[in-house]
Each structure stands twice: as C-alpha cells, then as structure tokens.
C-alpha cells in the first residue's frame, strides 16, 4: 500500500505557473510508475501526466504537452507536476496515483493507490 499526500495547488492567474508536489510512503518509491489527473465536477477524471520509474520516460496529455514537466526525485520519495502558461481550462482538482503493478499508463484503472487531490483554478 502507498500513501500519497499532493501540495502546492492555489488560485493563479492564467499565463502563470504553478508546482505541484506529491509525497509518496509505503512501498519503495523507486518501484512504482506515478502519474497525475485532474478531475472537474461532473466529469471523468482525465489523465495528464506520468513518469517511470527511474523518471527516464514521461507522458503527457496532448493538452498540456509542451506547457507541463513531470519529474521525480527518488531519494524524497516526491513526484512533482511543474505547470507553465497555464489556462483557465486546467482548472480542476489535481490527483496524483501510484501504479504498483506493471509499466507506467495513461490509464485512471490502472492506478491503485491515490492522493486526495489539490485544487488548482486558474482565473483573473
């Protein structure tokens, strides 16, 4: 089992950035593929991001491709979503999941384990 506590949403203006983190215990860290979705009410929660194990591959929706970085550091047990120029259609509840089982997905079933969610709302 993995436990995972998600920081650093807040309100930003649209073209701002904003860094979320994810801190991870439990299993190993380094064992497990993270990813990152966000979720709007009344709708699926939608993948955006995920990362290997050794960080050495990384996926993106095709909607922040380009705007959002995925990393993690291994030694702090710490994933972390780095947003630039971002928009007020990135505003939703940002969730990150741990995979411990298999490679690293796209897909929401095929995460087990997840954080509470951060708020990230993008206004002026």
């Known amino acids: 089992q993995v436990q995972l506590v998600e920081s650093g949403g807040g309100l930003v203006q649209p073209g701002g950035s904003l860094r979320l983190s994810c801190a991870a215990s439990g299993r190993t860290f380094s064992s497990y593929p993270m990813g990152w979705f966000r979720q709007v009410p009344g709708k699926e929660r939608d993948f955006v991001a995920a990362?290997?194990?050794?960080?050495?591959?990384?996926y993106y929706a095709d909607s922040v491709k380009g705007r959002f970085t995925i990393s993690r550091d291994n030694a702090k047990s710490t994933v972390y979503l780095q947003m630039g120029n971002l928009k007020p259609e990135d505003t939703a509840l940002y969730y990150c999941a741990a995979k411990t089982v298999g490679l690293t997905s796209r897909s929401s079933e095929q995460y087990d384990n997840w954080g509470r969610g951060t708020q990230v709302t993008v206004s002026s």
């Open positions: 990362i290997s194990r050794s960080g050495a591959s990384t």
